[in-house]
T-cell receptor, first 113, second 116 residues
Framework: GAGVSQSPSNKVTEKGKDVELRCDPISGHTALYWYRQSLGQGLEFLIY????????KSGLPSDRFSAERTGGSVSTLTIQRTQQEDSAVYLC???????????FGPGTRLLVL | AQSVTQLDSHVSVSEGTPVLLRCNYS??????LFWYVQHPNKGLQLLLKYTSAATLVKGINGFEAEFKKSETSFHLTKPSAHMSDAAEYFC??????????????FGTGTRLKVLA
């Protein structure tokens, strides 16, 4: 299929470890977004990319969270020194340039023990 | 600032009866509005969108929504519920963050249960 893909689909880690979550957007989509879905918090915006740059990082909850995008395509969200409150589903979405409709991947379910 | 309120956290209907999921929005300008559906352990799938064209919007799987500016509402309806409609539904308003870029503001979701 040609949709947004994310890996891994599930990740279990120990508190204090670093994790990397990957997103492959739809080919040709220049905008890429990361969201977090957790119980009690709903869906929260984390960061968006336009090409390889991130004009809006306002949703990143702490400096343990970072993201990059290379080649205008794949993006990686990194969480350092994970905490139990980081447990959530991390969703990635992409859209065509200057288009409002976002298309979502299946998410990565992160559990921090 | 944009915001969106989904009035019901849970809705239960019997199979074959109508579905109504309510959404109200707040916006300083004419917004774009979306409904997404999320089945268990799946990502979000676009059901339909309103972007200032026709106020009655038809989507996939028999769903439709009507944009009512005077009521600041964008309720989602379906004439006859099917078991496969059981899922969580999110109303979304799109917030323009700068030229050509948009950020989604999500409602808190409505979990639809369909009874046999």
């Amino acid at each position: 299929g040609a949709g947004v893909s994310q890996s891994p689909s599930n990740k279990v880690t120990e508190k204090g470890k670093d994790v990397e979550l990957r997103c492959d957007p739809i080919s040709g989509h220049t905008a890429l977004y990361w969201y977090r879905q957790s119980l009690g918090q709903g869906l929260e915006f984390l960061i968006y990319f336009q090409g390889n740059s991130a004009p809006d990082k306002s949703g990143l909850p702490s400096d343990r969270f970072s993201a990059e995008r290379t080649g205008g395509s794949v993006s990686t969200l990194t969480i350092q020194r994970t905490q139990q409150e980081d447990s959530a589903v991390y969703l990635c979405a992409s859209s065509l340039e200057r288009q409002e409709t976002q298309y979502f991947g299946p998410g990565t379910r992160l559990l921090v023990l | 600032a944009q915001s969106v309120t989904q009035l019901d956290s849970h809705v239960s209907v019997s199979e074959g009866t109508p579905v109504l999921l309510r959404c109200n929005y707040s916006s300083s300008y004419s917004p774009s509005l979306f409904w997404y559906v999320q089945h268990p352990n799946k990502g979000l799938q676009l059901l339909l969108k309103y972007t200032s064209a026709a106020t009655l919007v038809k989507g996939i799987n028999g769903f439709e929504a009507e944009f009512k500016k005077s009521e600041t509402s964008f309720h989602l309806t379906k004439p006859s519920a099917h078991m496969s409609d059981a899922a969580e539904y999110f109303c979304v308003v799109s917030d323009k963050v700068n030229t050509g870029t948009y950020k989604y503001i999500f409602g808190t979701g409505t979990r639809l249960k369909v009874l046999a």
